[in-house]
């Protein structure tokens, strides 16, 4: 027992005390490289610095950003978070111009940046983030009217000859030897991922502006507000004069209306019946749930629709269906379910109705009313999963987080 009592962390290998480190906050493993000249060494290892979370550090300042760049963020960076000072009474300015292009030039690895309550409007475009970033993720920030545009390298604006040039530059760097993954754009604009969750100064002409982004393949529109069925359609990939136009790279969409009361519905899923060549993967939410669906029919290369936070009767998803045979994944996400409802007997006024649910039993294999009314223990969709293995057999249901609404009378 002496032998332990005489111990301390002096004796453990740097690799443990870094994992013990791991477990720190930023401004928790700050203060710890002030204790001594060995722990401070041990703090600026890079592998402490590969994710950095600075959302639960509220005082973080322009000045605390500049000592975290300066001393301890380096080339280990991988992924960044930051919250702004848009809800901060103080204010002033977070991001500049000249950190971020610091932070491009001592951190060229990083992959992700997400931003909370950030105010942009001071940076004049989306061209002066790091060109390494693959994810960009923007939450409740509000942005100029340019942010998404960029200066073309060429001179002409013309779809054709910007193909041209693009055409152009990969030919040049497979001549070169280089893979396919590491292909810078003209451009400059590398993000492949972008999110905007509640960014009420997003509008069509931002969409539009995104057109540009040559490898964009996956955006997530989440309370986005402004956007409607018109910018939408107009950035959907469709064939051209001079070959694909709009963004004709993206493979999976994200469209949610989930947030604060009083905005007027745009319906911004309407934009779809338009079609969307390429699109592979399609994500609804909210109150977009009901016109995506309508619209669904008409994306031909779909594979995976996505439908969260919403209530849907087993009728309206089996009539969307019908159109969607080349689908291959349904996925429900808190998703409430209404019950099958059949006409009273006897009465004239569902006529119409008792042939149309006769007609889908008669094509989803013919089932009688009690059965499909009857909920098993095990599974509480049984006839929706009857109904969708007829219409769609090669297609896999997912069920998470589901329920059935119940009707008291």
Not at 7 to 36: H, K, M, Q, T, W
Not at 158 to 180: D, L, M
Request: proline content about 4%; hydrophobic content about 35%.
């Amino acid at each position: 027992m002496d032998e332990f009592k005489g111990c301390n962390l002096d004796y453990f290998p740097e690799n443990i005390l870094i994992d013990v480190l791991s477990y720190l906050s930023v401004r928790e493993l700050v203060r710890a490289g002030r204790v001594c000249k060995r722990w401070k060494r041990l703090v600026k290892d890079q592998r402490l610095w590969r994710t950095v979370d600075l959302t639960a550090w509220k005082g973080v300042t322009s000045r605390i950003l500049w000592v975290l760049l300066r001393q301890y963020l380096g080339c280990g960076l991988r992924c960044l978070r930051l919250r702004g000072l848009l809800l901060s009474a103080r204010g002033g300015t977070f991001l500049s111009e000249s950190w971020l292009k610091a932070l491009s030039t001592k951190c060229p690895r990083l992959n992700k940046l997400a931003l909370l309550h950030a105010d942009l409007r001071s940076l004049p475009n989306c061209q002066i983030l790091p060109r390494s970033l693959r994810v960009l993720e923007l939450r409740a920030c509000e942005l100029p009217r340019s942010f998404f545009s960029q200066n073309l390298p060429t001179s002409p604006a013309r779809p054709h000859e910007r193909a041209e040039a693009t055409s152009s530059v990969v030919a040049q760097q497979q001549r070169g030897g280089q893979k396919g993954k590491g292909l810078v754009s003209p451009s400059g604009i590398c993000v492949e991922r972008l999110v905007l969750n509640n960014v009420p100064s997003f509008t069509d002409q931002h969409l539009l502006n995104l057109a540009s982004w040559e490898k964009l393949s996956r955006l997530e529109l989440r309370d986005t507000f402004r956007v409607t069925a018109n910018g939408l359609r107009n950035c959907a990939a469709k064939e051209g004069l001079s070959g694909l136009e709009g963004i004709s790279r993206l493979k999976y969409l994200e469209i949610g209306i989930t947030g604060r009361q009083g905005y007027q519905l745009q319906m911004a899923s309407l934009g779809l019946g338009a079609g969307w060549l390429g699109l592979e993967e399609l994500s609804l939410g909210g109150k977009e749930v009901g016109p995506g669906l309508l619209c669904a029919s008409r994306l031909k290369d779909l594979k995976c629709l996505h439908l969260w936070a919403c209530t849907l009767s087993e009728l309206q998803i089996v009539r969307s269906c019908r159109m969607l045979r080349g689908l291959r994944q349904l996925e429900f996400l808190d998703v409430i379910f209404q019950p099958r409802q059949s006409p009273p007997a006897g009465e004239g006024q569902g006529q119409e109705g008792g042939e149309e649910q006769q007609n889908e039993e008669e094509g989803t294999g013919g089932e009688s009313n009690d059965e499909n009314r009857t909920l098993d223990g095990t599974d509480p969709f049984p006839s929706l999963r009857r109904s969708l293995a007829v219409l769609l057999p090669s297609c896999s249901l997912v069920f998470t987080n589901c329920s059935v609404q119940i009707n008291v009378d």
